[in-house]
């Protein structure tokens, strides 16, 4: 009997040892999973101190959230259709954000960079004086772009190259003549923005720097925009120029 239950020990022992080893080794295992997954995670997201892109967002996502401040202030019978429009252009900002490694919901107000945004409107004020400066050489080359904006209907009648594809349009919420702003064409660029679900186009010059492919400023937007809607879902965003 008592030679039974010491080999009982033993295998009691042995299946401990062995446990513990399997935990041990598990739990390894597990921390560096864990530690492995959370390494990009514990990347510092940029700022619009740093970035172009974000600072280009952070721009963006303020004008809305001033836009909306204001409806807040003087309500009327549309306000609250237009501020769930504008809430709606902001969760599509932070989504940006979020995937352009940016500290989501940042907007100019509480950037470091809040009074360069305020003066030139995310560096847009240089930009478009460069703009400016590059548009007698453009009208040189092409005599219809000294027509800008004018010529709306001749404008949405270019074809160029598809860009941006598969991206929504928003608007910065800027005011001034028809404009867009990109983090991928350089001011002078020309963008030809088609919104599908109303078959409108508009034509507009590339003035600042946005944290989007192409994003329209208020007047651009006005052009192309269904009734009460801040976003363009389906859009066809083509390089003319």
Sequence with gaps: MSRRRTVGTKKKIALLVSAAAVAGGGAFAMANTS??????????PLSAANSTVCQGLA?????????????RAAPDAQSQARIANREAVITQIKVQQKASGCTVGESAQDSQTGGAQTG???????????????QPSQAASAPAGGTGNNG???NGAASGRQVCNGSTVTLSGEGGAPAAS????????????????NNKSTTVE????????????????????????????????????
Excluded: H, M, Y
Excluded at 59 to 71: C, E, H, S
Excluded at 182 to 197: E, H, I, M, Y
Excluded at 227 to 233: N, S
């Design 59 to 71: 721009t963006a996502l303020g004008n809305n959230q001033k836009f909306i401040d204001g409806q």
């Design 120 to 134: 030139g409107a995310q560096t847009g004020g240089a930009q478009t004086g460069g703009a400016q400066a590059t």
């Design 182 to 197: 990109s983090n991928q064409f350089p001011a002078g660029t020309r963008l030809k923005v088609t919104n599908l679900d």
């Design 152 to 154: 709306n209907a001749g």
């Design 35 to 44: 530690n492995a997954a959370q390494t990009p995670q514990n990347a510092t």
């Design 206 to 241: 590339v003035t600042s720097v946005s944290g989007s492919c192409a994003l329209l400023n208020n007047a651009a937007f006005e052009l192309v925009r269904e009734p009460g809607k801040f976003l363009i879902r389906r859009a066809v965003i083509e390089k003319v120029g």
